[in-house]
Structures are given as C-alpha cells and as structure tokens.
C-alpha cells in the first residue's frame, strides 16, 4: 500500500512567518494535491501537480505556494502566514483505480 | 459557488438501522462520484464510489444510489456500527489531472 507522510501532525506559527508544509510519497505516483479542510467548508484544493515542477491552481491558491522538485516531495508554502489560515491541511496522492486518492494524516496548523 | 453540496452536516442515528447520507450536485456533465470517510486526526479514506451509467452500487453494508435526473446521490449504511462514526465526505471529478472536488461533509454519529 501507498504510504503518504506529513511531516509535521501539530504546527502553531506567528502571524506573517514563512510556513513550510511537507508531503512525501513512497511510489512513483505522478498527481499530488494539497487540501485544507474547515468545518463547513469541506475540503477544498488549494494546489496541485502532475508531475515534478508542474503545478496548477486550485480553488483557493491565494497566500499559498508550492514546490515539487522531487516526484516523491510535494511542499506547501505559506508565504505569510495569516490567522486565516488556521486550518487543517491534507496531502493526497493519486493512486490508481479511478480517481483513487491516498491521504496522508494531516498538519493542524495554527497561526496566532 | 459550490459545485458539490452536503446539506446536512450532521446526522445521528441509533445502532442497528440505516444511515442516509445526501449529496447534490451541481453539473450534469459529471459523470463519476465517489465517497470518503474520515475519522478525526486521519486523512480521508476511500469508501465506495459510482460511475454515472449506474443508479446504484454495493459494497457489504454500504449502497451509494445515483439519481441523474435530480442530481442527487445518497449513501445508505445497514446496519450502521458505532465504528461508522466518522466525517462522510462525496466528492467527484471536476476538470483536469484527477482532480476531485469534495463536499462540505456529513458527521455521523451511530448511538449505543
């Protein structure tokens, strides 16, 4: 089975602080994704990839960066860290099978 | 404006009978659907899924139903066990690279 790591379980971060998200992989999948999931809100898309250096918009880019310089490594980057982005963030990879997706554990993070 | 709507975020229900999840959609081009589940603390989980060429799947206790002419499917859970307690997420493709769009989640909590 595919194992997708999140390096960090629990981060709590200072307002306007640079925040870096890890994701690894232990397969050679291609498609990565970043969610954040708030009450209400579900999970929503904030970036993906489809392969290493290739990156596209999600629904909720704004505030956030990525980088894949690596297949296995997916990293979210908050560029500034606002209270707004308190949150939950989730790392998939795609899998196989149809729209198959492994998650990994998640980072709570918390900015104050 | 969102493309997949779970109305009810929460829902309770006894030990031994029937959980229904409801999910709407918004795009009649979508033609593939999918349900996670998520326990606190754990990235989601694949549960069951539905191409849109059938109204109905089953996988042991779990049925997802499809209704294209209302856009609506629905999980159903029988018996539910305490151990379904859990965040039901639907969610399906929407544009490129597999990505998928989620709903806004359902809480489930099955009683004693």
């Known amino acids: 089975d595919v194992k997708v790591t999140q390096s960090s379980r629990y981060l709590v971060k200072r307002t306007g602080e640079k925040v870096f998200l890890e994701c690894v992989q232990d397969?050679?999948?291609?498609?990565m994704f970043w969610y954040r999931q708030d009450p209400g809100l579900g999970l929503r898309l904030i970036y993906f990839?489809?392969?290493?250096?290739?990156?596209e918009k999600g629904d909720i880019p704004e505030g956030y960066s990525v980088s894949r310089e690596k297949k296995e490594r997916f990293s979210l980057i908050l560029e500034s860290a606002s209270t707004n982005q308190t949150s939950m963030y989730l790392c998939?990879?795609?899998?196989?099978?149809?729209?198959?997706?492994?998650f990994g554990s998640g980072t709570r993070l918390t900015v104050v | 404006d969102q493309q997949v709507k779970q109305n009810s975020p929460s829902l309770s229900v006894q030990e031994g009978r029937i959980s229904i999840l409801n999910c709407d959609y918004t795009?009649?081009?979508?033609?593939?659907f999918l349900w996670y589940k998520k326990y606190p603390a754990e990235g989601p989980t694949f549960l069951i899924s539905?191409?849109?060429?059938?109204d109905k799947n089953e996988d042991g206790r779990f049925t997802v139903f499809l209704n294209k002419s209302a856009k609506h499917l629905s999980l159903h859970i029988v018996p539910s066990q305490p151990g379904d307690s859990a965040v039901y997420f639907c969610?399906?493709?929407?544009?490129?690279?597999?990505?998928?769009?989620f709903g806004t989640g359902t809480r489930l909590q099955v009683t004693l």
């Open positions: 397969m050679d999948h291609e498609n």
């Open positions: 969610a399906c493709p929407t544009g490129t690279a597999s990505k998928l769009t």
């Open positions: 998939a990879t795609k899998t196989g099978g149809l729209y198959g997706y492994t």
């Open positions: 990839s489809y392969d290493v250096k290739m990156k």
């Open positions: 795009n009649s081009m979508f033609d593939y």
């Open positions: 539905i191409s849109s060429i059938k």
